[in-house]
């Protein structure tokens, strides 16, 4: 099954079942490829790790928008995800300049989003990026821990990180 096609179609023991997104069963052998492929390319992954804020627990239907923000903002060959601890993306291929224009369309997407809802709380989240740097053999976990790391608050009025 190709990546692409892995949006279209959810396997529902890849997919989180709620946003269609993949899950982590489904991101892990992914991710670990894309991190091979970059030791052989000599080119860097990018992860972008995006949660809610203030954390909480969240509604389903929020969730479900944070993903169609998430989906709004990246292209057709970036992997997106929903984990326990919030959402990630992994941006496909040489990211120069990709992680600046994905960060940028997630803040407008919110922004839009936060313009067209009547909820009495705009949608905020916070987020991290790091690269996995080729040779550097990091596991997912450790990427992500290191986006984590580096969060900061997306929200109403907000710009993206540098």
Do not use: W
């Not at 079942?17 to 069963?25: Q, V």
């Not at 239907?61 to 984990?83: H, P, Q, W």
């Not at 313009?115 to 450790?142: C, F, H, K, W």
């Amino acid at each position: 099954m190709t990546e692409a096609k892995t949006r279209e179609t959810p396997d529902p023991a890849t997919s989180d079942e709620l946003t269609g997104l993949l899950n982590r069963t489904g991101l892990e052998p992914l991710a670990e490829y894309r991190f091979r492929l970059s030791d052989r390319t000599r080119v860097p992954v990018t992860l972008v790790f995006l949660r809610l804020t203030p954390p909480g627990e969240a509604s389903a239907e929020l969730l479900v928008e944070v993903a169609e923000v998430i989906r709004g903002a990246t292209r057709e060959a970036d992997l997106s995800a929903r984990l326990d601890e919030g959402f990630c993306v992994l941006l496909a291929g040489n990211a120069t300049g990709a992680e600046a224009a994905v960060l940028s369309r997630i803040v407008e997407g919110l922004a839009e989003h936060n313009a067209r809802s009547d909820r009495p709380v705009p949608l905020s989240l916070a987020i991290g990026t790091a690269a996995y740097e080729p040779g550097n053999r990091r596991s997912l976990d450790q990427v992500l821990e290191e986006a984590a790391t580096g969060m900061r608050d997306q929200g109403p009025g907000t710009a993206a990180p540098s």
